[in-house]
């Protein structure tokens, strides 16, 4: 299962753009990128997820470079409600026939959006 | 309207004790799981369960053993309760196709 390696932390002002990078040099073929973002005494909620390129939705957007080793998460214009801690995990989103998916947490990044 | 809901939400107990923790999802997934994060907030999967199947253990120590009475559920149930045991621990679940695990709110386990 590879593993993922982000920053611990970061700061950021209201309205600003954030990006948060995550490394995982030993990604597999069958390996999508998910991050989750989680609030203090909440589960982990689900952001976006992607394979290659370039994935947008409604809250977040996912750049994945060709060669798959790195993603950044881009939350367009912060506030505070988007602090938080980002976690990126890759893994087997197909999890085979049963949809189980061994997904490795990593330390996970603590945003903190400044007013 | 709950989706992945977990009881207690805090459990305080003493060291040898046993107790469990129940998760019940009504999302109709066919998998659920269990995790664990410490008080340095690394989350690691514990167990995960399709089909009332036991198809994932990442090694935890045998006191800790998951139950399925139906699809819809998966108790922890915990024997002999140390120190280290203390932790978030953490229901999810999912369905094939899905784009992730689906968490509950976390039961905070404090052994003293």
């Known amino acids: 299962l590879a593993k993922t390696t982000q920053p611990i932390s970061m700061d950021s002002y209201e309205g600003q753009e954030v990006n948060i990078t995550c490394s995982h040099n030993?990604?597999?073929?069958?390996?999508?990128i998910t991050w989750y973002q989680q609030f203090p005494s909440q589960g982990p909620r689900f952001i976006i997820q992607?394979?290659?390129t370039k994935v947008t939705n409604e809250v977040a957007s996912l750049f994945i470079p060709a060669d798959r080793k790195s993603s950044t998460l881009s939350l367009p214009r912060v506030s505070l409600s988007d602090t938080a801690v980002y976690y990126c995990?890759?893994?087997?989103?197909?999890?085979?026939?049963?949809?189980?998916?061994?997904?490795?947490f990593g330390t996970g990044t603590r945003l903190k959006v400044l007013a | 309207d709950t989706a992945v809901s977990q009881t207690p939400k805090y459990l305080v107990t003493q060291m040898g004790n046993d107790k469990s923790i129940k998760c019940e999802q009504n999302l109709g997934h066919d998998t659920m799981y269990w995790y664990k994060q410490d008080s340095k907030k690394f989350l690691k999967i514990m167990f995960s369960?399709?089909?009332?199947?036991?198809?994932i253990n990442e090694t935890v120590p045998n006191r800790f053993s998951p139950k399925s009475p139906d699809k819809a559920h998966l108790n922890l149930h915990i024997n002999s309760l140390e120190l280290g045991d203390s932790a978030v621990y953490f229901c999810?679940?999912?369905?094939?196709?899905?784009?992730?695990?689906?968490f509950g709110n976390g039961t905070r386990l404090t052994v003293t």
């Open positions: 995990l890759v893994g087997d989103i197909a999890g085979g026939t049963s949809g189980t998916y061994k997904y490795i």
């Open positions: 369960y399709n089909n009332k199947e036991l198809i």
């Open positions: 030993n990604i597999a073929t069958n390996d999508y």
């Open positions: 999810a679940s999912s369905q094939v196709g899905d784009r992730g695990n689906h």
């Open positions: 992607g394979y290659k």
